[in-house]
């Protein structure tokens, strides 16, 4: 059986992404791009003493990422990657089941180019980690890709979902880790910003959330655009510019 009788290609589902990812053949995907729940604290409920937070409290979240891992691992190919945004919080949970299963991790930080809201050290990057295997591959664009990415994040009110990324971010993951043709998916899909560059890219896609609103939100914004002419490319950083 071919693999395109084997994965939903192109499509974008309401369901849980482990139990999906069960389901998925071995070694099919080529790239798992997503951008997952990131902090779910333990909250003593039943104290009226305030504790310490420890490092344990975050033990759900390490927990539930393992599994995630794990999927990943066995549903992508040797030649695969597997990236994935956090935070200053989940970045030390995600990172040790991450470094456990793969065999090059790669810190990335995606500078905004816009200073958050706070008193000291406001918020203006976000973390990523890059998964490979020993077989990796990647592809030839010419182009240079650093581990510091400068792009503006979407505006509040451009939103579709709260955390939403802009598809220039995405495609800036996307191209240098696949081909034409290849296969990305995001299990955590949201409002299907990561499937619509994978689109633009001429890559299949493969979407998944939990939340059905967002499904709704997703099929409308990629499967809805037939004319991909209106989204220009990026601009890539030049090696001068990254060394300012």
Not at 94 to 107: G, I, V, W
Not at 124 to 145: F, M, S, V, W
Not at 162 to 183: A, C, M, N, S, Y
């Amino acid at each position: 059986m071919s693999r395109k009788q084997t994965l939903p290609l192109d499509q974008i589902l309401h369901g849980d992404a482990l139990e999906f990812m069960a389901g998925l053949p071995a070694n099919s995907v080529d790239a798992i791009i997503t951008d997952p729940p990131f902090f779910m604290p333990a909250t003593h409920y039943q104290s009226r003493v305030s504790w310490q937070r420890n490092f344990a409290d975050l033990s759900p979240l390490k927990v539930f990422w393992t599994e995630v891992t794990k999927a990943a691992k066995r549903v992508l190919k040797k030649t695969g990657h597997f990236i994935v945004f956090s935070n200053c919080d989940s970045y030390p949970v995600f990172y040790e089941p991450m470094y456990n299963h793969f065999h090059k991790l790669t810190s990335i930080v995606w500078n905004k180019k816009h200073v958050g809201l706070g008193a000291i050290w406001r918020h203006q990057h976000e973390l990523i980690i890059a998964a490979r295997g020993e077989e990796y591959k990647h592809n030839q664009t010419g182009r240079l890709y650093a581990d510091v990415i400068s792009i503006k994040a979407t505006r509040s009110e451009n939103r579709d979902h709260p955390v939403e990324k802009p598809w220039q971010l995405l495609r800036f993951l996307i191209e240098p880790t696949t081909l034409e043709g290849d296969v990305v998916l995001d299990p955590f899909c949201g409002s299907g910003t990561t499937l619509l560059a994978a689109k633009i890219l001429k890559r299949h896609f493969i979407g998944v959330d939990l939340n059905e609103e967002y499904v709704k939100i997703a099929h409308r914004k990629v499967l809805g655009i037939s004319n991909l002419d209106q989204f220009q490319e990026p601009r890539i950083p030049t090696l001068q510019e990254l060394m300012e």
